[in-house]
């Protein structure tokens, strides 16, 4: 019974015990907020086989020293929530986080969700394998489940301001201005800034690339109005020299214009007469009809016919007398012949006198155009030859040709002056720039310099300038070694050749001038390093830092000295640095864009690897060589003084060919007025030739008439003729009269006989008009003669005005040459002389044809570079709006961000009893723009930028680590993790910001919290809401236990 009892107590008090720490349990949890990290469990990972960690809400604090596997929890940390590699910053392989000799390791982390809620977060690596495995509480996922997993819970170990590890303490303290405004933007968790601040850098290149290309562009237009207002004076002749040939192609089209219109008027005037030709013999037609009408009317006549009927009735009595008459009607035939003999005849006649008359009036008229015709006599002594002309042209050939290529080297040297002068203002601009920059940088060495350069003469030896100014780099593509390896000290020290000088320059700086600079002895010369560059190549490295620089041989062996640039390897490729630290002496190296640095430990005897990124100082833009400005100016020297002697001779010969040129055009013109008289002679001879031998045609056609007797024998003709017709007629009237008086039929035919008179009268009617007929049809047939005459005439001119119009129907005249055309005169000889004068006038032009084209191609080169300069400009006014509205948009944002954490800085650093504050500086480049940290440790001292230089290690930790505290609450991580930020400080800075950590986490709002250190200092402040957990590597037999306890007294 008793044994019941006691077994049912036993049960009832295990069931108690176990609500009351499940309660227990359960009211520890309370106090985690999600994403809370409550326990982490490790397995084959990095440095343990097995380890588990517990941790409180608030602040852990986890301490071990060097070697110990601290660094491995926050390694840990960083994996179970998604971190890569590349935050830890470590090796770049997944699988070389698994311990050495395994094949398998895992993470595992208990992590609060929400108030009813805990997960087990596990990633589970493989050495043989560079991909992960993911479970949550015991169940595979994919990675996309822990993301969204890790969004949700708003952690982000990539984000430095909530998870720095020690691989990136170092990184860390190194940013500059710049980089810690940009790890400022990347802290938040809106994105929105940081694309802001992108677009706006992108918008400031693409404004930077737009300006440049509208500068180049205004020197281009500058080169082409240059180029086209040397070409617009040759352009100008050639299109003289074309309005010269235009002048006589019109000139020409002119004459061929009057030419046709002649031929025009002369058809117009045979067109005419063609057609009083015709009307005249429509007239003479009439005149013929009506003669004919007139002769048929008279054959009708009654009379006629009455004495028809006598000669009936007298035709027995007529028999009688036909023996008679029959004599008598001979005589009648005979006379009536001579009749008509003797008017052919009064018409010769007629037509003889009218011809000679002609010829007369010919002759005179001739005499008088010959009378008029003055032939000048020309002497050919005053006027040029052909030869002398040639010889001059080939001169001014020579002498174009050698001012062509005096011009041609002329242009030559300018733009080789031109080229060296804007290199040399390049490389001005360059150390004015770097000179700006060390003002900013540090004033006292700048004031040093400026003293320097004005009292140089003080010295024995030269005194060499900070290597700021002149170091150059070989090649760019290794920049961020370069600068990254370049102290303050290293950049800003005078190099003194002596002691003396060292000595004096540093008195007269320090003593008189009161400023801190560096100053060095300069001793030794350029080292050779241990491990020469063949055997280094070998092993994968470019070469040492020392042969990717350029300087005097000063400035090398300062770097040898005190740099040590003969000793540090550089590549660029990923090599393994731990092996060549192990096989090789080097200290230092920079492989992959990474800087490796191997330290003995400050607390055992054991060496640490230092990596971290390289960085750039922004020190170099460009390559700088001094002595390359000196060659600039020498050379400048010699090519002014070829350009000033080129000038000279250019003039000389300008000068000589115009006076060649104005011989030559005299020459021209003096040719041209002798062509014009000899062409002016020679028309004259040649018209007075033609009158003379027309006028001795004449004068011989004249001779033979007034020779020739046939006009005699026609007058003598026609006396007879006419005295034989008045004797037939006497010897017709006494016959008929003798006969009628011994016949008896007189009276009886006498009424007959008037009969017949009468008859005979209208027959010589009728015989007057067929006479008149035969007139007109002889004038009919000249007539006709005449028409076909003019006709064949017409249809020659038309053929000759067809001709002309074809040939003037090919030419395209515009309305400013008919303008033109209509000015020149319109007498053809007066165009010929023109067209000569014009001719000659055109042989001086000479120029190459190519000149227009290449001047009108220049000009819409320029045009159309206006147009897409005029294009950019708007586009650079565009991207000058949107940078503005972006600028604005930016700086309101990052003032609103940047005041809260600067209020917390200033309470931070007041309460470790120092000063400190941030300041924002936007500079006209978002780029450039800063976020300076500013301190102040002494009470006498100002504000100073936060930087390597100034401060001490310590300071600078101490620093770091309270603008890291001061950014906690402006994201909304729920843990934060800091590896050995205390590495620097002395114990009673880190008692300070130990005891800050302790008091800033026992605010109900704080997160949870992680320090990492290698120590535990005396007189610390603890609170409740904190746990140290103690890491020491080994099993703990009582030798370790001894060192371990060793560890927490020294600690």
Not at 153 to 160: E, G, P
Request: some cysteine.
């Amino acid at each position: 019974m008793l044994f019941k009892l006691y077994i049912t107590f036993n049960v009832i008090l295990n069931v108690c015990l176990f609500l009351f720490f499940a309660l227990l349990r359960m009211s520890a949890e309370s106090d985690y907020r999600p994403g809370n990290i409550i326990s982490l469990t490790l397995s084959n990972f990095q440095t343990y086989d097995y380890a588990h960690f517990k941790f409180c809400p608030k602040l852990n604090f986890i301490a071990g020293p060097n070697g110990s596997g601290k660094s491995t929890v926050s390694n840990a940390i960083a994996f179970i929530f998604g971190g890569t590699t590349k935050v830890i910053g470590k090796s770049k392989d997944l699988s070389d986080f698994v311990k050495s000799q395994k094949s398998i390791g895992y993470v595992e982390a208990e992590v609060k969700i929400h108030d009813n809620r805990i997960v087990k977060i596990k990633r589970i690596l493989k050495s043989d394998s560079n991909t992960s495995h993911w479970y949550i509480d015991g169940q595979q996922v994919k990675i996309t489940e822990i993301s969204k997993l890790i969004n949700s819970l708003k952690i982000d170990v990539n984000n430095l301001c909530n998870f720095l590890p020690q691989e990136k303490v170092s990184e860390f303290s190194k940013y500059s201005s710049e980089e810690l405004l940009v790890k400022v933007i990347e802290s938040q968790e809106s994105k929105d800034l940081l694309i802001i601040r992108n677009s706006l850098i992108e918008l400031e290149t693409n404004l930077e690339q737009v300006t440049t290309k509208i500068t180049s562009m205004e020197e281009n237009k500058k080169g082409l109005e240059r180029i086209i207002n040397h070409l617009s004076k040759d352009a100008a002749k050639i299109e003289e020299k074309k309005e010269k040939a235009r002048k006589i192609d019109l000139l020409k089209i002119k004459k061929e214009f009057l030419i046709a219109n002649i031929y025009q008027k002369k058809y117009k005037e045979e067109r005419q007469r063609a057609k009083e030709i015709e009307t005249q013999l429509q007239e003479i037609y009439a005149e013929i009809k009506k003669y004919e009408d007139e002769i048929k009317e008279l054959e009708k006549d009654e009379k006629v016919k009455e004495n028809s009927k006598c000669r009936d009735e007298l035709r027995k009595d007529t028999e009688i007398l036909q023996n008679k008459t029959h004599d008598i009607r001979k005589m009648k035939h005979e006379k009536d012949l001579l009749k008509v003999e003797f008017k052919n005849l009064e018409k010769n006649h007629q037509k003889l006198k009218e011809k000679k008359e002609r010829i007369k009036l010919e002759i005179q008229e001739l005499l008088s155009k010959i009378e008029k015709i003055t032939i000048k006599t020309i002497s050919d002594e005053n006027y040029p030859t052909q030869k002398e002309i040639d010889a001059i042209e080939e001169s001014l050939a020579d002498k174009t040709r050698k001012l062509g290529e005096i011009r041609k080297i002329s242009q030559n040297i300018q733009n080789e002056i031109e080229e060296l002068t804007r290199k040399k203002n390049y490389i001005n601009e360059e150390e004015n720039r770097r000179l700006e920059n060390l003002k900013k940088y540090h004033w006292d060495t700048y004031k040093a310099i400026c003293w320097l350069r004005n009292n140089k003469n003080l010295f024995e030896e030269e005194i060499i300038e900070p290597l700021y100014l002149s170091l150059s780099l070989k090649d760019n593509r290794y920049l961020k070694e370069v600068e990254t390896f370049l102290s303050f000290q290293t950049l800003t020290s005078f190099m003194c050749k002596n002691k003396k000088d060292f000595e004096s320059f540093t008195m007269y700086c320090k003593d008189k001038l009161k400023l801190g600079i560096n100053s060095i002895e300069l001793k030794g010369k350029i080292k050779e390093p241990n491990i020469s560059r063949e055997k280094i190549k070998t092993l994968g490295f470019d070469g040492y830092l020392l042969d990717f620089v350029e300087g005097s041989e000063e400035v090398l062996t300062f770097l040898c000295v005190f740099g040590y640039f003969h000793a540090i390897p550089v590549t660029k490729r990923n090599l393994n640095e731990e092996e060549l630290f192990k096989k090789y002496n080097f200290s230092k190296m920079a492989v992959n864009g990474k800087y490796h640095e191997i330290k003995k430990s400050r607390y055992n005897s054991e060496y640490t690897t230092i990596t971290s990124d390289l960085h750039r100082k922004n020190i170099f833009n460009t390559n700088i060589v001094v002595e390359e400005l000196k060659k600039i100016d020498e050379i400048l020297e010699q090519k002014e003084k070829l350009r000033i002697e080129n000038s000279d001779k250019s003039k000389k010969e300008y000068e000589q060919i115009n006076d060649i040129k104005q011989d030559l055009n005299n020459l021209y013109k003096k040719r041209a007025e002798y062509q014009t008289l000899v062409a002016e002679v020679r028309r004259q001879k040649e018209r007075k030739k033609s009158y003379l031998e027309n006028l001795e045609e004449l004068k011989k056609e004249f001779e033979q008439i007034k020779n020739n007797n046939e006009l005699k024998t026609i007058e003598k003709e026609l006396t007879k003729k006419e005295n034989k017709i008045l004797e037939i007629e006497a010897n017709y009237v006494l016959e008929l009269k003798e006969e009628l008086k011994s016949t008896k039929i007189f009276e009886i035919c006498k009424k007959g006989f008037e009969n017949e008179l009468e008859r005979i009268q209208l027959f010589t009617k009728i015989q007057k008009n067929k006479e008149s007929i035969l007139l007109e049809e002889q004038k009919t047939n000249s007539l006709k003669n005449e028409e076909n005459e003019i006709k064949e005439k017409i249809i020659e001119i038309k053929n000759i005005l067809n001709e002309k119009k074809a040939i003037l129907r090919n030419i395209e005249i515009t309305q400013k040459d008919k303008d033109e055309m209509s000015t020149y005169t319109n007498v053809i000889e007066e165009i010929d002389k023109e067209v000569a004068a014009e001719t000659a006038r055109l042989s001086f032009y000479t120029g190459d044809e190519n000149v227009i084209t290449e001047f009108k191609t220049k000009e819409n080169l320029l045009k159309e570079l206006i147009e897409n300069k005029t294009t950019i400009e708007g586009k650079e006014n565009a991207i000058k709006s949107k940078i503005n509205n972006y600028r604005k948009r930016l700086i309101t944002a990052l003032e609103n961000i940047l005041e809260p954490i600067n209020e917390r800085f200033k309470d931070y650093f007041g309460r470790l009893g120092y000063e400190g504050k941030l300041q924002f500086d936007n500079t006209p480049v978002a780029k450039q723009w800063k976020l300076q940290i500013l301190v102040k440790f002494r009470k006498n001292e100002s504000f100073e930028v936060l930087s390597s230089s100034r401060q001490s290690g310590g300071e600078k930790s101490v620093s770091t680590i309270l603008f890291i505290l001061s950014l906690f609450d402006s994201t909304s991580s729920p843990f934060r993790l800091v590896d050995e930020i205390n590495q620097g400080m002395d114990r009673f800075n880190e008692k300070k910001m130990h005891n800050l950590l302790v008091s800033l986490t026992e605010n109900p709002s704080s997160p949870q919290f992680f320090i990492i250190t290698p120590k535990i200092i005396e007189g610390l402040n603890f609170s409740k809401s904190m746990k140290i957990i103690i890491i020491f590597p080994g099993k703990f037999s009582s030798q370790t236990q001894d060192r371990f306890n060793n560890y927490k007294t020294l600690s």
